[in-house]
């Protein structure tokens, strides 16, 4: 057997007794050598002292943990943290769990203002926490699993693809899911799940305003608020906190519910853990409430829709209000006509119909009506009204009756002449009828905020959309006006339905004074390489007002919330959506 060569290795160094004298460069090169000797040498005392008190650190934390996350239990030449993952997810939820781990938590690791705090901490070692701790903590719990992880995996997702419609969904369904196990979670001892939950909701952008006003939840002395801001998530000593006149599960009616109001009003009673039962004309066109926006509520027996074709028939709501807590009277005749005969009875008479079929009903206890600021007033220049609980747009009314010929530019006064009609009445039924149950009205101006369906982006009476539209014709009707966002009015509906202390109420809700110009300054931050019409040469703000105290007021108490949200927001949630199109 031959004897095996070795490789040589050879080194070359500086002998101290040379023949001739060293040149300068192998002096150098000689010098440089040995620098960079002993600056390895120093570098790798360095890395075996912090690797050894790194895994000491590590030690401590399992020795103090009272339950180890699975992941912290990994064997270190485990490469995939999906062969430790729960065995009973589909391959979507394999995939986006591979998401999470490969995508989102190194990107975490560098951008998450968690991890901004001193100490010689890199990207590997956060992303390594995060693993460890949150993604551990994650696969002990499915609930948890679907909203810290999942969720966040799908947000990730939409941003790079923010129209895809199975990723919309798939979050869509996390969120629900996660609301509704949170809801369940308050009911009993909190614990860290629980906490995960709230946190994770917010950290995957769910934009949820959930005040949990569970009694259990009262009793242990603090609330969880998860805000509307996406980087807001806070444990808070307990507020003055409302009974609501029903508790969470009753069964509460929402009457055209498709529409851009009433869709929001649902979703905060469905957040809220109550049972919606909503009227809609068409069950085929109302299909996206139950497969799509809510579909886990629908599952779960907590939303359910009834067909009323016809607002106006005699008895249209006498079955779908049997069995209902409160009501939420928000459906109203839809089409326009100038002609007063054409508008105005059949409003009056589908805004009386639910009264008088909640007479019929003993479970009812609150009806609230969707009227609007026309009913009131004119939001127009030169107009200086002081708005009141006795106000009525009563120009509007002379003018819609007038002598015809009803020409399309008489459209709009007599949209104001119906609700004007149509409240009226509902308070002279309140106060000759003397029902069982305790009414209260609503009064809100512009509407604008996130849209839950392509057909509310696209409607004639969305605001921002007549801007990208460059509609100046429509525009320039209103070229100042009070706006309000629509997740404000669905909160005062709530509160209108649940606050003991609100009875017999109208509820000025016209949020800010604005004018186009303040709107096209926001479009064009938001859109700059979008053109929009000319700023409007003479700006000008309305001067009628009105008090507002109450509404603002119950959004703080059912809320936490200062004042009505921004207009910024408002308009930013418009648009930056997957329902809008423009």
Known sequence: MAPMKMPRQFQFVTVSNPTGPVPLESRKLSHSHVTREAHA?????????????????????????????????????????????????????????????????????????????PGDHGPDDHTREILQDWVGLAMTDKDLLNTALLLRACRSILRSKPGDPVMTQMALQYRHRGLQSLRQALLKPVGSLTVAMAFALVVAGAYILEVCNHKGTRRRGFVIVVSYSPSVALINPIMPSVEATIPSGSMVLVTGATGFVASHVTRQFLERGYKVRGTVRDLAQASWLIDNHFKSYAESGHLELVVVPDLVADGAFDEAIKGVSTIAHIATISNLDPSPHNIIPQTVTGATGVLKSAIKE?????????????????????????????????????????????????????????????EREVWRFVEQEKP??????????????????????????????????????????????????VKDIALLHIAAMLDPQVKNARLHSWGHSSNWNEFLAVLRELRPQREFIADYPEPYYVTISTDQSDSVALLKRWADQEGWRPLKDSISESIENPYFQL
């Open 41 to 117: 040498k120093e570098r790798r005392l360095r890395v075996q002292k912090y690797r050894k008190e790194m895994m000491q650190s590590r030690a401590d934390r399992l020795a103090d943990a009272e339950t180890p996350s699975p992941l912290v239990r990994i064997p270190e030449h485990c490469k995939s943290l999906l062969s430790v993952s729960a065995p009973s997810l589909s391959s979507q939820e394999h995939f986006l769990l591979d998401h999470y781990i490969r995508i989102v938590v190194p990107y975490s690791a560098v951008h998450c203002g968690l991890f901004d705090y």
């Open 436 to 485: 069982h149950y305790t009414f209260n009205v609503i009064c809100p101006s512009g509407i604008i905020g996130e849209p839950l369906h392509q057909k509310h982006a696209e409607a004639p009476t969305n605001w921002i959309a007549t801007h990208f539209r460059r509609d100046k014709t429509s525009l320039d009707a209103f070229p100042a006006a009070f706006f309000v966002d």
């Open 362 to 422: 003993p479970s009812v206890r609150r009806v609230v009506f969707t009227s609007s600021i026309m009913a009131a007033v004119l939001p127009v220049a030169g107009n200086d009204t002081r708005v009141d609980d006795d106000t009525w747009n009563e120009a509007a009314v002379e003018a819609a009756w007038a002598p015809p010929p009803y020409e399309p530019s008489r459209t709009l006064i007599t949209y104001a002449a119906s609700k004007v009609a149509a």
